[in-house]
C-alpha cells in the first residue's frame, strides 16, 4: 500500500492531501467542499473511514491541481477524514479510482508521486 502526503491546489488555496493506494474513493471535507459543486447522493453512502463506518450523502467535483497538473474527479463530500501521523488535519484524501484515472503512482520509498504516466490527453477507442 502506497500513502504520500502533500499540498495540492483546489480553487487557489493549498489543501493538505493523503494520496493513499489503499483507499477506493476519494473524499473531500466539508471546508473544501464549499468551494465545489456538490450535488446529493441518491441514497446513503457507508464507507469505513479511519476505523469507523461514516455515512455521507453529497458528492463533490474535486477540480485541482497535483504539482501543475489540472486533474478532475468526483468526491465524497465527509466531515471529518482524520489527521495523519503527524497530527495534521488531512482535508483531501485521494483514493486509487482517482490515481489510476490521472496516471498518478506513490512512490513511498521516496515521499513523492510519480506523475509521467500522466495523460496529456485520452484516447477512448
Sequence with gaps: MGR?????????RECWTLFDTGARNTYVVQAIAQVLPTSKTPRP???AIGGQVKEMDTM?????EVEGHPI???????????NDEEGTPIEIL???????????????DEEK?????????????
Design 4 to 12: 504520500i502526503r502533500q499540498m495540492i491546489k483546489v480553487d487557489g
Design 94 to 108: 485521494f483514493g486509487a479510482l482517482a490515481m489510476q484515472q490521472w496516471g498518478i503512482r506513490p512512490v513511498p
Design 45 to 47: 453512502f457507508r464507507s
Design 60 to 64: 463533490a467535483l474535486l477540480s485541482a
Design 113 to 125: 508521486l510519480d506523475l509521467s504516466h500522466y495523460p496529456e490527453e485520452f484516447l477512448e477507442f
Design 72 to 82: 478532475s474527479t468526483h468526491a465524497m463530500v465527509i466531515d471529518e477524514i482524520g
